[in-house]
T-cell receptor, first 113, second 114 residues
Framework: GESVGLHLPTLSVQEGDNSIINCAYS??????FIWYKQESGKGPQFIID?????DKRQGQRVTVLLNKTVKHLSLQIAATQPGDSAVYFCAETNQGGSEKLVFGKGTKLTVNP | NAGVTQTPKFRILKIGQSMTLQCTQDMNHNYMYWYRQDPGMGLKLIYY???????DKGEVPNGYNVSRSTTEDFPLRLELAAPSQTSVYFC?????????????FGPGTRLTVT
């Protein structure tokens, strides 16, 4: 079946570096994407979202890029901090459909001091 | 606002026992969801509700039941617990406005079935 997946299960970066977390999706009908952050022992927390009519959206220290041609999504975190250490999930949905989110497996980001 | 609250935080069940996981939200959201998260995995949708009195199955509904008698509450029932139901359970809610589809998550319930 169609699902959202991630290229890398783990990512380790130095504090202050930029981080890039990737996500591949296979459902061509998906037109809305969300990135969540999940710290250990907590529920997922919304970071940023993007619609398919956009290819880039920026937030505070985060940027999401969407490449619909290759069905690829990425989350860029600028000046990564120890507090950014967490598991990051991408999720997709079809706005005209059931509006249910489909989550990927997640990438564990570790920030080294 | 307390957001989404879940009880209990932890529970150990014996095989065949039953229990109800409680979920309450105070944001007046119309949509509510139950997910399970197995170790090292993403979230899988168990059941969801688009409003009071309306529920529907998600990806992995077998072994679970839900009800939605009020906007605020969305309990998840396990009737005959099995080891395969050992997982962390998250409740979430969202407001379907045709705009953002952001879901707000509770802190989770860690369930072990032995």
């Amino acid at each position: 079946g169609e699902s959202v997946g991630l290229h890398l299960p783990t990512l380790s970066v130095q504090e202050g570096d930029n981080s890039i977390i990737n996500c591949a999706y296979s459902n061509s009908a998906s037109d809305y994407f969300i990135w969540y952050k999940q710290e250990s022992g907590k529920g997922p927390q919304f970071i940023i979202d993007i619609r398919s009519n956009m290819d880039k959206r920026q937030g505070q220290r985060v940027t999401v890029l969407l490449n619909k041609t290759v069905k690829h999504l990425s989350l860029q975190i600028a000046a990564t901090q120890p507090g950014d250490s967490a598991v990051y999930f991408c999720a997709e949905t079809n706005q005209g459909g059931s509006e249910k989110l489909v989550f990927g497996k997640g990438t564990k980001l570790t920030v080294n001091p | 606002n307390a957001g989404v609250t879940q009880t209990p935080k932890f529970r150990i069940l014996k095989i065949g026992q039953s229990m109800t996981l409680q979920c309450t939200q105070d944001m007046n959201h119309n949509y509510m969801y139950w997910y399970r998260q197995d170790p090292g995995m993403g979230l899988k949708l168990i059941y969801y509700s688009v409003g009071a009195g309306i529920t529907d199955k998600g990806e992995v509904p077998n072994g679970y039941n839900v009800s939605r008698s009020t906007t605020e509450d969305f309990p998840l029932r396990l009737e005959l617990a099995a080891p395969s139901q050992t997982s962390v359970y998250f409740c979430a809610s969202s407001y379907s406005s045709g705009g953002s589809y952001e879901q707000y998550f509770g802190p989770g319930t860690r369930l072990t079935v032995t």
